[in-house]
């Protein structure tokens, strides 16, 4: 049996995915917007959900049967893993056992907010990787008041250990509450950013994640994440993005 014959039909794939009837799916395929393991897909096209790489627009798309995407508040004091030698409480406690999930980047230990846990494997590569300049927005309260000066470093790039920083946009918000806004994923890096300016951070506290923000999460609890948040953190991740 050939390998197009195997599987389940893509159209019913990306119906089931959430992309509508399968007749409008029948439409994106036709129009040249999928692609199916690097190969742009075609009409009658069969495909094994567990092991397709499935592209629509240049978007990942998660097809495997039991994807979950959960958005955890956390809240400080968890460890960002699975498991923690010295017995602290992490972040994969606050959720479902079933299925094993694991969180999308870090928060480092005093940091609270939002962090996303999944089992997509795919989807969290992407958002981690720097090439695609997923950005995660802070909110810090730190010691003093920072001086257009601090400002502008802020906003230019910080001279830190393992190199200057990629521009940040960077908000105050009271005289010492910053918001900012940055696309690198360095340990620690508002932290550092801000200790390099001379303003320690007090308090931190993670608001958005791409097009992911809810403030009405409280500390310690979670919810799954709607459809319309999936595909947008999907396009967000796009190879045309």
Request: hydrophobic share 40%; glycine share 10%.
């Amino acid at each position: 049996m050939a390998a197009d014959d195997e599987g389940i039909r893509l159209q019913k794939v990306l119906a089931r995915a959430g992309f509508g009837s399968r007749r409008v799916c029948d439409d994106i395929i036709a129009a040249g917007r999928v692609l199916v393991n690097g190969s742009v897909a075609v009409l009658g096209r069969r495909v094994d959900p567990e092991t397709a790489m499935i592209l629509v627009d240049g978007a990942p798309v998660g097809v495997r049967p039991g994807l979950v995407y959960y958005l955890l508040n956390k809240p400080a004091g968890v460890v960002t893993t699975a498991d923690d030698p010295q017995g602290r409480p992490v972040v994969i406690d606050l959720v479902p056992d079933e299925p094993r999930v694991f969180p999308v980047g870090r928060l480092d230990l005093d940091t609270e907010g939002l962090l996303l846990l999944t089992n997509d494997g795919e989807l969290a590569n992407r958002i981690t990787h720097p090439s695609y300049g997923v950005e995660k927005e802070y909110v810090a309260h730190v010691e003093g008041v920072p001086s257009r000066a601090a400002l502008r470093l802020l906003r230019e790039g910080v001279e830190l250990d393992d190199g200057i920083t990629a521009p940040a946009r960077v908000t105050p918000i009271e005289p010492n509450v910053l918001r900012l806004v940055i696309h690198e994923g360095r340990n620690r890096q508002v932290r550092r950013m801000c200790d390099a300016v001379g303003h320690p951070v007090i308090r931190l506290v993670r608001t958005r994640i791409g097009p992911l923000i809810d403030h009405s999460i409280r500390p310690g609890t979670w919810r799954s994440l709607e459809f319309d948040e999936l595909r947008a953190l999907e396009r967000s991740v796009a190879d045309d993005a």
